[in-house]
């Protein structure tokens, strides 16, 4: 009888163990502090502007994250503004993470890096993204931006870039191509 209970309580030991060493993996936010033009420097998209709309959650592939998609209608830009609206991928897993969060309606100063994998823009906690009426010392740093219009663009190019849409446009053609060809032999063969 003394040795079922103490295969029982071995066998317990082992299950609550399973409990306590099968958590979610942990991460820790870190960020070095810099000024307005060292993020400047460092970030591949600055500009203000307007929060218009807050999308739904996306998880990147690349580094399993959770994302929040913002839309901002840009006002001024100082680098790597390609339409009037941009769309920013903001990590949606807490300040503990780096995330952070933006209120719709709201003007925003905005630093932000494109992953070449995907064409998207990033950005985090440690990118420091402020309100505008509290960025006037950045805003100050960063000297004039240029104003941005809708006419100042031709197409709104979201996430794709000019890779992605050239080899889209490559793949119709081939498809195109190859539906012409095989439409044509068919015909032939029936003749």
């Known amino acids: 009888m003394r040795k079922v209970v103490t ?3 071995i066998l317990m030991v082992c299950a609550a163990s399973l409990f306590v060493w099968s958590g979610k993996r942990a991460y820790a936010c ?3 502090n810099s000024t307005a033009k060292e993020r400047l420097e460092t970030h591949s998209a600055v500009f203000t502007g307007k929060v218009v709309d807050i999308g739904g959650n996306f998880i990147s592939i690349f580094n399993s994250q959770q994302y929040k998609t913002y839309t901002l209608d840009v006002d001024t830009a100082w680098k790597g503004v390609d339409a009037k609206r941009m769309k920013v991928l903001i990590s949606d897993m807490g300040e503990a993470v780096c ?3 933006l209120e719709k309606d709201q003007l925003y100063l905005i630093f932000a890096s494109k992953d070449e994998r995907d064409g998207k823009l990033y950005s985090s906690l440690c990118s420091f993204n402020t309100r505008l009426e509290k960025a006037e010392d950045a805003a100050e740093i960063l000297g004039k931006g240029t104003s941005v219009s809708s006419d100042d663009f031709r197409f709104s ?3 794709r870039s000019s890779w992605m849409i050239a080899f889209y446009a490559g793949g ?3 498809l195109l191509g190859l539906a012409g060809g095989w439409l044509w032999r068919r015909k032939k063969r029936q003749v």
Do not use: R
């Open 7 to 9: 295969v029982v309580l």
């Open 30 to 32: 870190s960020c070095v």
């Open 99 to 101: 995330g952070t969060t």
């Open 157 to 159: 190019s979201g996430y």
């Open 172 to 174: 119709t053609i081939a």
